[in-house]
């Protein structure tokens, strides 16, 4: 049970507790390996595991005093086990379902009986299937839109998004833009709206057309990426998604090292040195493995390029803050709906039944995404909890605004990721900067869900990117390392 | 002569050459002021100089080992001062324009007589006056173009562009878009993109046309932006631009601490710690006074608000190679040519006559900017040479292919300014993150050129900034800071 003690032993959080003064700290502990991976989430930890499995020497140092990065499992006030980041796995996300098997990290199916609920216009419908039907022809629009964005999507290279032959076209414009051009009644563009917003934590003004056409051609396709069942909400682990990391992190052992952020990465032509506070490794590689945008805040000796430099200041992290309600059961199942709502109005927009497989306590999750995350974030915890209330009461009535619990998790307060669920481009960055994204500097090597070329955003996405990684690094030190050796 | 000493006296440049072992030295110096003030550019200066004045006690820590930030004065082979940054001063820059008098910096008009060439589709051309007039069509369409954005720009609040009547549907575009859909010529399109990346050294695809609207009311209006005479390009100092930060530091004599690259800034109820390498200040107020994306690299404790955070993740720097060839003589001069050239191709789509007062050396100024700065910025400086005397021989004639002197500088690549001219946003920046660009955080303020209303992105905005924090600053500790004491 040392994962749980892990996981739930400390109720300390990184970031405001850690002493200002850490950088004065004279005694460096200094340390060697092979290869150095920088952040302990699905991506680190993946690359760790298969340099390891290979026989390469390795260390993991991350910032928190815990692993996981997106993913974070904690347990209610009832001990119920709440995702409070990333959580689903669905069909065709084979890195993880063949990882979770292997460790033993079970699944269920996320409920996904009976009908949904709408809120448009002050009006709430009820409807069923995944695609609301209310306003047939809002509906009409939106099956129209999507077949053309997924045909689009398909012509973006995924290696290469920038070689699509529109690309130039594509990223000169917003989704917005494309929205406005090409849906003609706005109800349909709210019901598009609203899947941007779910499956990006932005908004559609936000993206870059032709990332939000690279980042559906990663997934499969549209409806992989805002589908229950048999999409990306597809199933749930048992014992929550932070499970995987700790699995993998007790295989690792010692080499995983918590509570060092890691300051400053030099290399010269014989190793590459990380350092941290109060530690600092020597190494053959280092593999960064956290969310570009943090990784562009690293001191680098010598200094990146300055093409990477300002690929780094290009990809911003998504804002949602995540919302649980917990009740004595799930009392909308009873009244024939699937726990699942969206609407065109409030601070919480998007829900999901997120009770455990036994059935109670009864779990309603809420999003609060993009512009209304960035608006709810700035105000408090009060005021956050009593719009939510109000959205949920609207969605399922009366009873959803007494829950006994309420738990939520907003990703841009957190030092070490600074946004969810990933981040993405704006218009222009595709094309002039996308060979950076993956490109090796020196002895420095690139991971995490932002460098995937599939579930680009996803835990998916993570684990590609670290077996990718772990290859790239295997490859420089001329020893094989086999992706998937224990997997497939 | 002290501070040529400081200008020119060390051949070191700042970033590879610095001890990546800094952060392990154990040995504090801990020094108190009332205010500090992080990063030695005009804005920093600004500020200081103001607090000092009113009789605060202030330091200044820079991390290079040179003051001006985005203003750099270098003498080519010959001596020839060379602006390798920011370098003009026009009208309506009411605080510049004093400072220079004020601190004896003299200017001089840059050299406008002539006509100027303009390469397009393959054709060289001459015109004369502000915009090219060689397609008749296409100039009617610049000239509504800029007619209609000039009025739209009115519509923007300076202090709070997201309020604009039509903020959202500006913001949710990229000036590209709203040239395919409002410019019916391509070669009217062509120009206004020169234009653009003329003054944004981004690209229309990159830019929110609410920023660029933003941008263009705070210097004005758009010939105030694009013009030499009566324009932004009007006038330039003897001595280089970078004069002016030298002489506001010479003042602040040894308030100001070079070499000291700040990693922490930590506050609590009765003060703020800024901690360098080797140096911890305490002090009752910060200043940060470096663009928002460098800012956003410190770390903070407590950790800053998620939504302060994300804003620095979404305001990159634009992309530019400024490049310099000199010639005995400015010999198109005689061709009865102004040295300012557009063209629709090439490294170098934009050029000035640089020429020193006196005469000579001829000096042809050219930038390399947005998409090409980013593309031409991985090449060699060999190659880059080389595309650059290409389009100077196409646009002035063979004898500029064989200069006596060719000077670079790739802002991207310095590692305390990671890009120039200035921080930009993309769509939905300003509309979500608007508030964020001058609100204190507890004890810190901001300054820098991205946080003006007036002339951002220049110089008079980075006075201005400095100005407005050294005020603000003075509010919260009950002292009367008079703006503009010395001035007017």
């Known amino acids: 049970m040392g994962i749980f003690t892990q996981l739930f032993g400390s109720q300390q959080r990184n970031g405001g507790a850690q002493a200002a003064s850490a950088p004065e700290a004279a005694a460096h502990d200094v340390r060697e390996a092979q290869v150095i991976v920088v952040g302990a989430g699905l991506a680190g930890l993946t690359a760790a595991r298969r340099l390891t499995e290979a026989g390469v020497s390795v260390l993991v140092v991350e910032a928190r005093e815990r692993?996981?990065?997106?993913?974070?499992?904690?347990?209610?006030?009832?001990?119920?086990?709440?995702?409070?980041?990333?959580?689903?796995?669905?069909?065709?996300?084979?890195?993880?379902?063949?990882?979770?098997?292997e460790l033993g990290a079970a699944t269920f199916k996320t409920y996904d009986t009976g009908n949904n609920v709408q809120y448009s216009g002050g009006q709430r419908q009820t409807y069923s299937g995944p695609i609301p039907t209310t306003d047939p022809l809002a509906s009409a629009d939106v099956i129209e839109a999507m077949l053309s964005l997924n045909m689009m999507a398909r012509e973006v290279p995924l290696e290469a998004p920038w070689q699509a032959a529109s690309a130039a076209e594509w990223d000169a414009q917003t989704v917005e833009t494309w929205l406005q051009a090409n849906v003609a009644s706005e109800g349909a563009r709210n019901l598009l709206e609203l899947g941007v917003q779910a499956v990006f934590s932005a908004e559609p003004h936000d993206l870059s057309l032709l990332h939000f056409l690279f980042y559906v051609h990663s997934a499969g396709g549209l409806m992989d990426l805002l589908g229950v069942t048999a999409g990306?909400?597809?199933?749930?682990?048992?014992?929550?998604?932070?499970?995987?990391?700790?699995?993998?992190?007790?295989?690792?052992?010692?080499?995983?090292?918590?509570?060092?952020?890691?300051?400053?990465?030099?290399?010269?032509?014989s190793s590459v040195r990380v350092i941290a506070d109060t530690l600092e490794v020597r190494a053959e590689r280092v593999i960064v493995a956290i969310p570009p945008t943090l990784a562009g805040r690293l001191r680098y000796r010598p200094a990146l390029?300055?093409?990477?430099?300002?690929?780094?200041?290009?990809?911003?992290?998504?804002?949602?803050?995540?919302?649980?309600?917990?009740?004595?059961?799930?009392?909308?199942?009873?009244?024939?709906?699937?726990?699942?709502?969206?609407?065109?109005?409030?601070?919480?927009?998007?829900?999901?039944?997120?009770?455990?497989?036994?059935?109670?306590?009864?779990?309603?999750?809420?999003?609060?995404?993009?512009?209304?995350?960035?608006?709810?974030?700035?105000?408090?915890?009060?005021?956050?909890?009593?719009a939510v209330l109000e959205c949920l009461v609207r969605y399922f009535g009366a009873e959803a605004g007494e829950p006994l619990d309420y738990v939520e998790q907003s990703w841009a307060e957190e030092e070490y990721s600074r946004g969810c669920y990933a981040g993405y481009m704006p218009p222009g960055v595709w094309t002039a900067y996308g060979e950076a994204v993956r490109a090796p500097i020196g002895r420095i090597h690139w991971a995490g869900t932002e460098t995937a070329t599939i579930w680009n955003g996803y835990m998916e996405g993570a684990v590609q990117s670290g077996e990718r990684a772990a290859a790239e690094v295997g490859l420089a030190l001329g020893i094989a390392v086999d992706p998937r050796n224990e997997t497939q």
């Open 67 to 101: 692993v996981g990065g997106r993913t974070y499992t904690r347990p209610a006030s009832d001990g119920t086990l709440l995702d409070l980041g990333g959580q689903w796995i669905g069909p065709t996300q084979q890195r993880m379902l063949a990882l979770a098997e």
């Open 232 to 269: 990306a909400q597809e199933r749930r682990f048992h014992q929550g998604a932070q499970y995987v990391s700790l699995k993998l992190a007790e295989r690792l052992g010692a080499r995983v090292l918590l509570n060092t952020p890691v300051h400053t990465i030099a290399q010269d032509d």
């Open 305 to 386: 390029p300055g093409y990477r430099d300002q690929y780094t200041q290009r990809i911003p992290m998504g804002t949602v803050i995540k919302v649980q309600c917990l009740y004595p059961t799930p009392f909308w199942r009873a009244a024939g709906l699937t726990g699942q709502a969206s609407s065109d109005s409030g601070a919480v927009r998007i829900t999901f039944d997120n009770t455990p497989e036994r059935g109670a306590p009864g779990v309603l999750l809420g999003f609060i995404e993009g512009d209304d995350g960035r608006a709810w974030g700035r105000r408090s915890q009060e005021e956050r909890r009593a």
